[in-house]
């Protein structure tokens, strides 16, 4: 995987052409991010950030994270069916951990209440990094699983013409030909669209729960385009417009602005800034509806670290999925390392590993939306300050996945045209409908492959740090 475009990168003005004619395809085919300085309006946009070549990518590890999609999806809704586990696995971060505490809160009341909802709907993207083991080998490492707002799977159809483009223009057709074809809008809507169908109600619509500023619009815009194509209509509103002119009805189906509503599609509501008293009491009248909510609170609950680091004990795969051995096994080979960070004998060893070897370990709190996790001297510093506090149940440790770096372009707006070492992150794009106790649908729809220059520890392509990118197969 090391080196790709060699002598390619090595030819400044050849870089600096090519980019040209690269952004100019990437604003003609809608890689389109609204601007920082005007996120609320569709004015002025920009292309959002892409690296000038696709990156290589084993073929074998492609292959591998599609196959066990299903499988993850089959664990994240296994999980949102148990409130035991989730009970159990929740109740140390619960007591020091605010937003998690908050959103179990509502997990309790509306369980108490009983769960209003038959249809469930979840769409996810399980991330990935490709660890360099000692032999040279690169492995499929899972870092994540997105429960809420998986973003990007819009404009990652729009790249792959993208990367096409640069190579056609250097006479590399067969290698453009090689540039995988991807449409997990396309997918994601069919989804929405299922659940919609199961539903039941010709006339209801698709709420989605937007952002004030959102200059991801176009992302979101891909899948409103393709629900539309479908006659299936979605509206756009803020968690205050719920607040405001959401009601249910004594069935406890949902209205907005006296339209039914089928499906609520959340793209806010994954970060502590996201709510206001009044936004949590707009997230609890949702929860309490029977429409569909993607997420529901218990899968949202489903996609957390603490979550994530449970499902890594011995034995727990095996209870939430018994009689499905191959899918565990699938499963867990994509597991790194996890470790609780409980008041105990289990914790002080994770911390006093960490501490002796800090390279090889990420500190991550329950958070989303990237720039939260500590690495390095940082983490250390965190670790000496939490250690013999209960505070430190609110985070999880995690091994660090180190791929190997390789060479590419991160094309910015504003920035010149440089060669920069850098490691990627694949996303596979998951699918499914359950009705009841039967699952109706059972996909993965797409991939996403971010990449990095090796200088950012953490953050996405939102925070300015990950760039978009097509995995080139070898
Ligand atoms: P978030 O929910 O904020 O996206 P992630 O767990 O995805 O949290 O971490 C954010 C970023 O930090 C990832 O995109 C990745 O670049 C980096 N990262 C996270 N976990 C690891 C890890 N175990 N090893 C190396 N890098 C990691
Ligand atoms: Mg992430």
Redesign the pocket.
């Known amino acids: 995987m090391a080196t790709s475009w060699g002598s390619l990168l090595q030819d400044e003005q050849q870089l600096e052409e090519l980019a040209r004619q690269a952004v100019d395809r990437a604003l003609a085919e809608g890689v389109l991010l609204r601007t920082t300085q005007e996120p609320s309006s569709s004015d002025v946009v920009n292309y959002a950030p892409f690296t000038l070549f696709p990156s290589l990518v084993p073929s074998a590890l492609l292959e591998q994270a599609y196959a066990v999609q299903m499988d993850f999806n089959l664990l994240v809704d296994a999980v949102s069916q148990n409130p035991a586990f989730l009970e159990q696995t929740l109740s140390s971060t619960i007591k020091m951990d605010n937003f998690t505490a908050r959103l179990f809160d509502i997990y309790k009341q509306v369980l108490e209440e009983g769960i209003a909802q038959t249809v469930f709907l979840g769409l996810n993207r399980s ?1 990935y ?1 490709f660890q360099c083991s000692a032999d040279g080998s690169p492995a499929l ?1 899972q ?2 699983i ?1 429960t809420i707002s998986a973003s990007f799977g819009g404009l990652a159809s729009r790249t792959p013409a993208v990367h096409q483009h640069v190579l056609n223009v250097l006479s590399k057709t067969k290698e453009a030909a090689k540039i995988l074809s991807n449409n997990p809008s396309k997918g994601l809507a069919l989804g929405i669209a299922k659940a919609w169908e199961l539903y039941g109600s010709a006339n209801a619509q698709v709420l989605l729960i937007a952002q004030e500023k959102e200059r991801n619009i176009f992302d979101q815009r891909a899948i409103e385009n393709e629900l539309l194509a479908k006659n299936i209509h979605l509206i756009r509103r803020r968690f205050e417009d719920v607040s405001e002119k959401g009601s249910l009805d004594q069935d406890r189906r949902l209205f907005m602005d006296g339209q039914e509503i089928a499906v609520v599609y959340f793209r806010d509501g994954y970060m502590p800034s996201q709510y206001s008293t009044q936004n949590w009491k707009a997230r609890l009248l949702l929860e309490r509806s029977c429409a569909v909510k993607c997420p529901d609170i218990a899968t949202q609950l489903a996609g957390t ?1 603490k979550v994530q680091q449970e499902l890594s004990r011995a034995g727990v795969l095996e209870m939430l999925l018994p009689g499905q051995p191959e899918a565990v096994a699938r499963l867990r080979a994509t597991f ?1 390392g996890l470790y609780s960070l409980d008041m105990g004998e289990e914790g002080d060893q994770a911390i006093t590993e960490a501490l002796a070897a800090p390279s090889r ?2 500190l ?1 709190p329950q ?7 500590l ?1 390095g001297e940082e983490m250390v510093q965190a670790l000496e300050q939490l250690k013999d506090h209960e505070e430190r149940a609110s985070y999880i440790l ?6 190997e770096p390789f060479e590419n372009c991160l094309l910015r707006p504003g920035s010149p045209v440089r060669v920069d070492q850098c ?1 990627s ?1 694949l996303g596979i794009f998951g699918v499914y409908v359950r009705q009841g106790k039967t699952l109706v649908m059972n996909k993965h729809v797409g991939h996403l492959l ?1 990449t ?1 220059a090796i200088k ?5 392509v939102a925070a300015g ?2 760039v978009l990118d097509n995995p080139y197969p070898v």
Do not use: L, Q, S
């Open positions: 991330d990094m490492k870092i994540e997105n670290k790194a370990f990420v991550k958070r989303e939306g990237g720039g939260n996790n690495y995690m091994e660090k996945i180190e791929p490691i992150e971010r990095k950012h520890a953490d953050g996405g740090v990950a």
